[in-house]
């Protein structure tokens, strides 16, 4: 049933750049079944390593009330991500949950689609819009590599196939490219989803968390791709969806489907970002590259008010001023590189 609740009248916020909150991304899990050497190292996420109890993380109803909340302030978009969030026993309810909110008008979920192929379909049938899967090559080899070597390929091309047979399409495939690992791989990639309802999106290598050695030199740029790719497969340009869509969309001349280059390293697109991201365990945070966030789980837990609670989120991104990815060639030209979370707590 929908949530009929009539949306209070409160003041939509915009931060010190004048950017509105629009979409939200909700880590709902803290583990991963995989050990992607840039994101979560099994050298440091090893079979002792403590992540947090269940009590630890926010329950579907703390979350459901949270979004709610910043629907009211003007979230239209949700994304549920993790670590990887299918560890997340009975996920699908808290899908359902979600699409009932009013005013909330998409909701994704990012995976790595080893566990998709036994959930796609009850994931669509409480109300998932679509899904992203993080795919970096199709090479079982290297991606092998590049998944710490804690799955096989062919599952997750699987869950690829369950996702397109229960009508979560189009389906998206994020593809961090790195010099050296997988470039070599990426028309591969290309090859194995032209002609499908699948849009493969690469992205450029960024120095998210403090664990994955990260170096400019590692970096390929869109711009190479776009070249590279369009020598095969000869390229046009494709308007945006919305205003503010950090993909920048190219479609094949013959036809074949269309991909996308995210460029935050060579071309940021900080001006136009609109995403607040909410951690497992409910900290509030308002850049990929925070170094610090907003507690919303303490207050939650201690009696706060809808009304307290929704002044934290407003004040909290009124003083927003994150630009990092704007600001990553100084600070790699000889500032001391920022402390900042790591990505498996606030998701991609």
Request: charged share 25%; with cysteine; aromatic share 8%.
């Amino acid at each position: 049933m929908a949530d009929v609740r009539k949306l209070p009248v409160v003041p939509r916020p915009r931060d010190t750049l004048g950017r509105p909150l629009h979409d939200l991304r909700i880590s709902v899990m803290d583990r991963c079944n995989f050990r992607c050497p840039y994101c979560m190292p099994k050298e440091t996420f090893h079979e002792h390593y403590r992540f947090l109890k269940s009590s630890e993380r926010l329950s579907f109803e703390e979350i459901t009330r949270l979004t709610r909340l910043f629907v009211d302030l003007g979230v239209k978009k949700v994304r549920l991500t993790g670590g990887e969030p299918l560890l997340r026993p009975s996920l699908s309810e808290l899908v359902g949950d979600l699409t009932a909110i009013e005013g909330v008008q998409d909701v994704a979920l990012t995976t790595n689609a080893v566990l998709l192929a036994q959930h796609a379909a009850e994931l669509k049938a409480n109300g998932l819009h679509r899904i992203t899967v993080s795919l970096d090559s199709i090479d079982p080899e290297i991606f092998r590599q590049m998944s710490g070597g804690f799955a096989e390929r062919d599952r997750v091309l699987e869950g690829i196939q369950a996702a397109l047979d229960a009508g979560l399409t189009p389906i998206k495939i994020n593809a961090v490219v790195q010099r050296g690992l997988n470039d070599h791989t990426v028309l591969d990639l290309v090859e194995r989803f032209r002609n499908t309802p699948v849009i493969v999106r690469f992205i450029e290598y960024m120095d998210v968390g403090n664990r994955n050695h990260w170096s400019l030199e590692r970096v390929v740029s869109s711009r190479e791709l776009v070249d590279r790719i369009g020598a095969r497969w000869p390229l046009h340009p494709v308007e945006e969806n919305y205003h503010g869509e950090v993909a920048e969309r190219y479609a094949f001349d013959d036809g074949g489907g269309e991909i996308g280059f995210i460029s935050s390293v060579t071309n940021p697109f900080c001006g136009a970002c609109t995403r607040a991201r909410l951690s497992s365990e409910g900290v509030f945070y308002t850049c990929l590259f925070a170094t610090q966030g907003t507690d919303l789980r303490a207050p939650l837990r201690a009696g706060a008010s809808d009304d307290e609670l929704r002044d934290l989120i407003s004040n909290t991104w009124q003083n927003r001023g994150d630009r990092y990815s704007e600001m990553r060639a100084s600070l790699h030209a000889g500032e001391q590189p920022l402390r900042k979370i790591e990505m498996y707590y606030i998701g991609g």
